[in-house]
Structures are given as C-alpha cells and as structure tokens.
C-alpha cells in the first residue's frame, strides 16, 4: 500500500515510525546489553522495512533530499559530541587524533581505492571515489557506541576526537574526485587551497563563535533554565551557516564551537547537554529511518560481493594501516591500536557522501551508493556486535565510560549557591576512603550521598563506595566545579576566586604593620 503523504501524512509516518523506532530500541536495550544490537542496525532495519522493497508506506527516492536532511541531522550530532568532550581529553589525544582525521582519512581513502581498483573492474578515479566516500568513520555510530561501550579514556578520546573532525577530508576528496570524474581543470593546486579553507577556516569561525557564546551564556541571567540549551543550539547553527557561507567546514566550526561551550560553561552544562543529547539522538534515529528509506534493499544482493571486498580491505587493511602510521611515537601499545582499527565505525556520513555521486548524475552513482550502504551495514553489524567482546578480550574494559563526568553541577536558581554531583568509581581516590580523610574543599560542604536507593547522612566515618553520588553545596563561583573535580581525582585544588585577593590583603596589611 503506497500512501499519499501531505504534511499531515508526512508528520503521521513520521512520529510512528519514530516512536516504533525509539520503543523498539527501549525493548532490544536488555538483549543489547548481551547481544550489543546496535541502534543504527535496527533504524536500518525499520527504514528498509516501511520503504519501497518493504511495506511501501512511504517512497523516497530523492537523494538530494536526503542529502540535505542528512546534513542538518549530522550537525546535531556532531555540536552533541562536542559539548561531551572533555578538554583533558583533548589534552591525551589532540595530535593521534587530528593525524587521523586527516592525513589517517587520506591513507585509508588510497589504500581502500588502491584495494577497490586491484579487486573489482572499475577505473582508478572511481575506485578512489569510492574509498574516499568510506574512508572517514562516523561521529553517529561512534558518539552512540561510546555511550554504552567501556572503552578505555584514551581510546575513548582518540576516536571521539577523530570521528567529529574527519568529515572535512572525506568530503574534499568526495567532491574533488567528482569535479575530476564530471570535468576537466580541478588541479592540485585547487584540492590543498579547498583542504586549508575547510580546516582552518571552519575552525577559526568555530573557535571565534564559541568563544563569544562562551562569554556570553556566562554573563547572562536569563531566568529560566532552559533558554540556555536554545542559546547554545543557534550559537552551534550560527557556526555552520557562517563557515558554510565562507566556503570553510561547516562541520568542523559546529563540534569546535560545541567543545567550547561544553568545557567553559560549566554552571549550565547539565541543562545545555540533556536536550542536545535528546536532540542528538533523535537526529541519529531520523537519519538512519531516512537513509533506509532511501535503499532498495532487493538491490543489496547484487552488490553483495563487491560490498564485502570493500568491507574487508576497510576494515583489515586500510584503517590499521592508518591507525599505526597516525600513532606512531605516541606510547599506544598493539592493544589500543587493534581496538582503535576496529572502533572505527561507518555510518550515517558515508552514506549521506554516497549520495553526492547520484546527485552529480554519475554514472555508478547508484552502484556506489548500494555499495556503500552495504559497506556500512557489514561495519555495524559486525564490528559494532563484537567491539565489546574484543575489549574485554583485549584486558582493556573500564568501569566508567571514559567521556563520563567525575562532577556535574545543578544551579539552584536565586540563591548563590550550586548543588554539584560528584560520582564516586573505583578509579578516583575518593573510592574506599573514609569523609573525614578526604574532606572537601573550603566553601563546599556534603550535604548528602545517594547511595543505590538510600540516601545517607553524611558522617566523618562515612566511607565512601562505588557507585557513591555525593551531593555537595558550594557558594557560586566560576572555579567551584573545577575545584571540586580536582578533589575527588586527588589532584592540587585550583585557588578559589576570591582567596589570592585575600592573600594579597594579608601580605599587604603584614608590610603595613612591619613597616610601623
């Protein structure tokens, strides 16, 4: 049965398929635990099945729709992925990560191309098309397995970093190639000038947008909590629309901008990443429901062998390849770097690249785009089901995800003082300790420790267990979470606001007195 769809027929299919999407990602997440399903497989799965070759409710068959609605979808994705990376994070994997999502995105799309060219009968210029399309992995699938996979916090760091910033490459080459397959005259000389606007460009509106939201959201009393998430979201669309207007990565400025804000606007983090998170996964679920639409799965088997070529060169030839060369010198050891080759997962972002050939009226545009979904399938169902076995096979699981916070803060409106969470695990010094051994800095104080379905009074003799959310007060100020998350990681507390000034009081007020 084909439906015609208006706007009433479009929000109908719409939000069921979107609550069907949702429910059924809520009753496998049991199973999920044991199986790992991934949820980009069962979005998939959906969309294939209400499209054409399934029930046929809705028909979609306009790649640059998909393209377009792709596009805003990933930009929500990406700004979430950004506010949940952690500065140190950046500090352990700043250069293995940025090698990777360039020069690594280079190496994989001319090893996998090289691959692609010696295998199947296709000529040089498409076959590196096609290993550019696959070459960068997916800040999608990647930023969902990271919420439920134990990765180690270097690892953890390195992909995230990698995933959100790697588009660019892909993207130049996608669309290079293309100009060279579709016209004569795109030089050398144009692909770097392209690579150095979209790069450097886009992180110079991203870090210019972000700082000036930064500077603001920290200044502004608006009253009610929940205008902060909406101020962070047009500050992240401002950053595309203004890179994308100047010819730079309008990917790269949204996850710059997105980091910034996540790293210095600490009273309003809670609020800004609990809706950019809900919107982010929504995002995720619309945009694979969109691009299963998009396929005819009947097609599938016909491309079948050429998929699994392409998957196989990928996965076990060219990522690790790129993983080592990208990592050398930077004390991973042979674990991490097989973890690291196999976490690269594809997504949403090559297939929404395999549609740019249809759209440029190729004549494999097709092909590749069924290739490419295949690609991507075999990427998630089997390396997205076995990540997490592989950790534990490799020694390498942790108990707390690595991109997770030690301290969240919860401003309590119109009084001068913040309520913060702090999350005891077995990695921090707090674990096991007793309170009074560990009391917390000045101008903070326990007030309570939830602890399972208790909540404990607080006592010196209260010793502090896995699982432990301490619930602190601590009088307003810029540096509280800061200090407080350097307290319970053991490490030097920061100087409070306010306590240089009164040492420099006391220094004067001594040389006053000596002076007499």
Not at 144 to 149: I, V
Not at 213 to 221: D, K, P
Not at 376 to 384: A, I, K
Request: glycine residues 12%.
């Amino acid at each position: 049965m084909q439906l015609e769809l208006g706007v009433d027929g479009v929000l109908l299919i719409g939000s069921v398929l979107l609550l069907a999407a949702a429910v059924t990602a809520a009753v496998m997440a049991s199973a999920g635990a044991r199986l790992r399903i991934p949820g980009a497989l069962l979005f998939l799965g959906l969309g294939m099945l209400a499209g054409d070759d399934g029930l046929g409710l809705v028909r979609m068959s306009d790649p640059a729709l998909v393209q377009n609605v792709g596009t805003m979808a990933l930009l929500f994705i990406l700004f979430e992925g950004g506010l949940t990376t952690k500065p140190t994070d950046l500090r352990l994997a700043a250069l293995p990560g940025t090698l990777l999502a360039t020069l690594g995105v280079a190496i994989t799309a001319a090893v996998t191309g090289f691959g692609i060219w010696l295998v199947l009968d296709l000529d040089p210029l498409t076959a590196g098309l096609l290993g550019a399309v696959v070459a960068s992995t997916d800040a999608a699938a990647v930023f969902s397995m990271m919420r439920t996979t134990p990765l180690p916090r270097r690892v953890s760091a390195l992909l995230r970093l990698e995933s959100g910033a790697n588009d660019p490459i892909a993207v130049m080459l996608t669309v290079g190639l293309i100009a060279t397959l579709t016209g004569p005259g795109v030089t050398s000389g144009d692909w770097v000038v392209f690579a150095v606007t979209q790069l450097f460009g886009g992180a110079l509106v991203g870090g210019a947008i972000g700082l000036a939201g930064v500077a603001a959201l920290r200044r502004l009393e608006l009253g009610a909590e929940g205008m902060y998430p909406v101020i962070a979201g047009a500050l992240g669309a401002l950053a595309y629309a203004v890179a994308a207007t100047l010819g730079a990565s309008g990917f790269v400025a949204v996850y710059l901008a997105g980091l910034l804000i996540g790293a210095l606007v600490p009273r309003h983090r809670r609020s800004i990443r609990g809706v950019h998170e809900a919107l982010a996964n929504a995002s995720e679920i619309g945009l694979f429901l969109l691009l299963g639409l998009l396929v005819f799965p009947s097609d599938l088997p016909g491309v079948a062998l050429a998929g699994l070529l392409v998957a196989f060169v990928l996965t076990f030839v060219a990522r690790p390849i790129a993983v080592w060369a990208c990592t050398l010198g930077q004390r991973y050891g042979w674990r991490e770097r097989a973890l690291m080759s196999w976490g690269g997962l594809r997504g949403a972002v090559p297939i929404v690249l395999a549609t740019f050939p249809a759209t440029a009226d190729l004549d494999d545009g097709g092909a590749i785009f069924n290739v490419v979904f295949f690609v991507v399938l075999v990427s998630v169902l089997v390396q997205g089901t076995t990540l997490v076995p592989l950790v534990r096979w490799l020694g390498l699981e942790v108990t707390r995800p690595g991109w997770s916070p030690v301290a969240e803060a919860l401003p309590l409106e119109g009084i001068d003082v913040d309520l913060i969470e702090v999350f005891v695990t077995e990695d921090l010094p707090l674990h096991g300790r007793r309170l009074r051994e560990v009391p917390p800095p000045e101008r903070a104080l326990v007030a309570a420790i939830v602890r399972g379905h208790r909540v404990l009074i607080p006592r010196g003799d209260t010793r502090l267990a896995n699982g432990d959310v301490l619930l602190l007060t601590a009088q307003r100020e810029g540096d509280a979470l800061l200090r407080l998350t350097a307290w319970a990681r053991g490490e030097a507390l920061p100087a409070a606001r306010g306590e240089d000034r009164d040492a420099e009081r006391r220094r004067r007020r001594g040389s006053r007195d000596a002076g007499r």
